[in-house]
């Protein structure tokens, strides 16, 4: 086990499966451990998806509530229990969409203006999103998740693979093609 200095956001993995496998004998304080460490990475996903804060929250705790009732599925070093976590929050997000029969909305992403920020930095970040959430629109869906895995939830090539079941190089393939479809598309708004 790391020392007292480890900071839950940056669990190693002998302290992140130590903490799983006090949490699969029943222990919620390690669980509780685990959804400090990982709450808001997950909450940013679910919100990057569904994009109201209400709605957000509840699908963020059903996940956390699932991945405490079905942590007998998860196999400790299989693959980080983050990107457990983003599996059980995809299947999340799908039911919630299949449930309200919608399609996943790309109208509102993340507004990340700083507290400080001044109007017209506002604006600017404002309108900065509209341009990237119309250039969301040209993505397919598994690019839309990769990019989210990626720039969103900070997770490297390898466990975005593990995670959305597919090879390293096809991540990469889908990642750089939703780069340039973005770009081009907002390069097209931002010359108009």
Excluded at 6 to 23: K, W
Excluded at 156 to 180: S, V
Aim: charged share 25%.
């Amino acid at each position: 086990m790391k020392s007292a200095e480890t900071t839950l956001d940056n669990l190693s993995l002998p302290y992140e499966s130590l903490l799983v496998r006090q949490s699969k004998s029943g222990d919620a304080d390690a669980f509780a451990q685990l959804y400090d460490a990982y709450i808001e990475r997950v909450y940013r996903y679910v919100y990057f998806r569904v994009t109201d804060v209400m709605t957000a929250e509840d699908i963020t705790s059903q996940i956390f509530l699932k991945a405490w009732e079905h942590l007998d599925r998860y196999q400790i070093g299989s693959s980080p229990f983050l990107a457990w976590l983003y599996t059980i929050a995809r299947n999340q997000v799908i039911d919630h969409y299949r449930t309200h029969k919608q399609s996943t909305p790309l109208d509102e992403t993340l507004a990340l203006a700083a507290d400080n920020s001044t109007l017209d930095d506002d604006l600017q970040n404002k309108y900065n999103l509209h341009v990237m959430r119309n250039a969301l629109h040209f993505l397919t869906e598994e690019q839309q998740q990769v990019l989210i895995l990626k720039f969103i939830a900070g997770l490297p090539t390898e466990t975005i693979a593990h995670t959305m079941g597919k090879r390293e190089g096809t991540i990469r393939a889908l990642q750089m093609r939703a780069l340039k479809t973005m770009a081009k598309h907002m390069e097209k708004e931002v010359s108009l």
